[in-house]
């Protein structure tokens, strides 16, 4: 069975190209692929696919050719498993060593009016098994998995988030000393110190608008080349604005410091 | 303001840089009158005072003593008068400089209103202010122009015309026509005589520029720190 839709074909032909190539060459052509989904990843970000159970068991469990033909052998000269006058016991042994009942997960969902947590607590009774709940598992991945990547990454903005508040005040600076004589001649004009502060910040904040935008736009036209799939939400995408209007705002101080500083007559004379 | 009455009267005006036995006497005594309409030139080698006589007359550094009245109103006795000093320099005293130094992300018309703006006044007064300068000027078909697309001389109206906008009583020129040619330069002074006419500005321009210097009807030379009055041709253009 395949479950693709045409539009995820269509829009990621390449992608699924490449993907399907490896995973033939994983799992051979024997296999059948109960679905590809959009946006579906493992918890390393990886991507997913979907096959039924009896041919996960068997990428999981087959032995390949060379394995096979050597146990064929060994099986073939233990007499034990292979009693003279008795061929039917060697075809058992090894459709035995071949076939495999074991499963890793079951996917349980539990009926309306049942509480998870009790049915969870039933299962563990049993020896060998351990049962998680949707709450369970989110815990797990969100927990340990997903936060130590997000620690990781939260350094690296962190870092980044200095560099970035480090060149635009570098630039704001530099651009506000080139133009001493013009702010000493709009504070001899009468322009408040605020009005010039005002204008010093709109400046930074427009660059911090420009900056966004071109990162937004850029991160959005090559999330699909990345390598892992990047999932930025609305509300994420307005936060990472909010923090880079408030880095661009904190950067222009020290031009607007500098610029505050400046003698309205310094306009006058050479 | 009545019309003998001077638009700037400066009367010992004396400027001490320092003190003790490295002090500098900029200014050893200045005095001046120049009356409503009157355009004069204040010329001077390098180091004779001019410009820190500018900076006091545009009370941007304070006189050491002496006295400076703006069209009837003291201004400085020993002391200023007044303790908003921007204010003052906002309402009325207007600059113009050898070069324009408008903002360049406004058109002209905001950039003359700007002056009219800080005074409090509303955008649409001030706006319509703007336009009447800027038609005053001859630039009122550029009044939606950013300043980059405007030529060296519109550049140089507009700035004329923000210097105006809050209509005052005086106007301080930083060598207006240095970069100029012969043409142009006395085409900015042609527009300083007939807006001092019009608006009843006083205006002194300070310069280095021989070209100008016979359309002055009075001179004032300043050396050592004292200004010598001298007539000029006053020669119309």
Redesign the interface.
């Known amino acids: 069975m395949i479950n693709l839709a045409h539009r995820d074909v269509a829009n990621h032909l390449g992608r699924y190209l490449v993907t399907g190539f490896g995973l033939g060459l994983l799992i051979g052509v024997t296999l059948t692929m109960a679905g590809v989904y959009r946006r579906m990843v493992s918890s390393g970000g990886d991507p997913m696919v979907f096959i039924t159970l009896k041919d996960a068991q068997e990428a999981q469990f087959l032995k390949d050719n060379e394995s096979i033909v050597n146990d064929r052998n060994r099986l073939a000269d233990n007499p034990a498993a292979n009693p003279p006058g008795q061929p039917g016991v060697l075809e058992a042994v090894e459709a035995l060593q071949t076939a495999s009942h074991r499963v890793n997960a079951v996917l349980i969902r539990v009926k309306e009016g049942h509480d998870p947590r009790q049915v969870a607590d039933g299962i563990e009774r049993w020896k060998h098994l351990t049962a998680y709940t949707s709450a369970d598992m989110e815990d797990i991945l969100v927990a340990k998995l997903i936060a130590t990547a997000a620690r990781q990454i939260a350094l690296f903005l962190i870092i980044l988030a200095i560099v970035s508040a480090a060149i635009v005040a570098f630039i704001i600076y530099t651009m506000t000393l080139g133009k001493i ?2 702010i000493a ?8 110190d605020r ?1 010039i502060a005002a204008m010093i910040m709109q400046e930074a904040l427009g660059l911090g608008v420009i900056g966004f935008f071109v990162g937004k736009f850029a991160a959005t036209l090559w999330t699909p080349v990345f390598p892992k799939h990047v999932l930025l939400e609305t509300n994420d995408a307005m936060g990472a604005f909010v923090v880079t209007l408030v880095i661009c705002a904190l950067a222009s101080v020290l031009a607007i410091r500098a610029a505050l500083r400046i ?3 310094e ?4 | 303001m009545t019309t003998t009455e001077p638009a700037i009267l400066i009367e010992n005006l004396t400027k001490r840089y320092g003190s003790g036995p490295t002090a500098v006497d900029a200014l050893k005594g200045v005095d001046m009158s120049i009356a409503p309409g009157e355009v004069v030139g204040l010329i001077g080698p390098s180091g004779s005072g001019k410009t820190t006589l500018l900076k006091c007359l545009g009370a941007v550094i304070e006189p050491t003593s002496g006295r400076f009245t703006l069209a009837g109103e003291e201004i400085y006795d020993s002391a200023w008068k007044r303790t908003d000093l921007r204010a003052l320099r906002r309402d009325r005293i207007g600059f113009v400089f050898q070069a324009p130094y408008l903002i360049p992300f406004l058109d002209a018309t905001d950039n003359v209103a700007l002056l009219p703006m800080l005074a409090g006044v509303k955008n649409p007064v001030a706006r319509a202010t703007a336009l009447d300068m800027l038609t005053a000027l001859d630039v009122q078909h550029r009044s939606h122009a950013r300043i980059p697309e405007l030529s060296g001389g519109e550049q140089q109206r507009v700035a004329i015309a923000r210097a105006l906008a809050n209509k005052p009583p005086i106007i301080l020129a930083d060598e207006p026509t240095a970069p100029l040619d012969s043409e142009r330069a006395l085409a900015v002074v042609k527009i300083h005589n007939r807006l001092a006419q019009d608006f009843r500005t006083a205006i002194i321009v300070v310069t280095h520029d021989e070209k100008i210097m016979p359309t002055f009807k009075r001179i004032f030379n300043i050396r050592d720190g004292k200004t010598y009055e001298e007539p000029g041709e006053g020669r119309q253009i």
């Open positions: 004589k013009e001649v709009l504070k001899l004009i009468g322009t408040r009005t003698d309205p007559a306009a006058i004379g050479g």
